[in-house]
């Protein structure tokens, strides 16, 4: 069924060519039933789903095949790099890059192999894991970061304008912080 279909017996929302749909309005029947989208709403999901998973694809394509990092990877050292001394609590990590806590120390594991991070306890909490940029850690960030932010720049950043820029933060900031909060 698609996603733009009305409740059940009614005919299918979704026309070819650009022909618009009518999404069922919620009533007393159909309040507990699916709030169908609209084609403008399945048009906005689409390109967000479509988009972002083929820009963050070629990303993490290039970077790898350029510098044999993952983008998950860069972005810990870019997370670690950014914070005072290049340290962070594991959980502090792992929400900072949106990440699960047990996902995070493979990646972590990974990064300690390469000699790019190092974990240590945390002092003021025996049972607390630190993470901390390295030496190396922090030299090749500083040596991959122009490639990676350039094709940030090609692929994303090139194609909005100032306004675009500012309403893509401005409404996944909003959806980011609703979910988090939930």
Known sequence: MSVTAGRAGSETAERAGSET???AAPDAETACGPRWLD????????????GSQRLLGTLNRELTAAHGLSL???????ELSESPGGVLRMSELADGIVSSRSRLTHQV???EDTDHVRRQECPDDGRGVLAVITPH??????????????????HF?????PAEQQVLADVFSR?????AGS
């Open 21 to 23: 749909a009518e999404r």
């Open 39 to 50: 084609p403008s709403e399945a048009a906005a999901w689409r390109a967000y789903i479509n």
């Open 72 to 78: 998950d990877d860069y972005r810990i050292l870019v």
């Open 109 to 111: 594991r990974r990064l």
């Open 137 to 154: 850690g922090r030299s090749v960030l500083e040596r991959i970061a122009p490639f990676h932010l350039e094709s940030v720049r090609r």
């Open 157 to 161: 950043v090139d194609h909005l304008s």
């Open 175 to 179: 959806v980011d912080a609703a979910i």
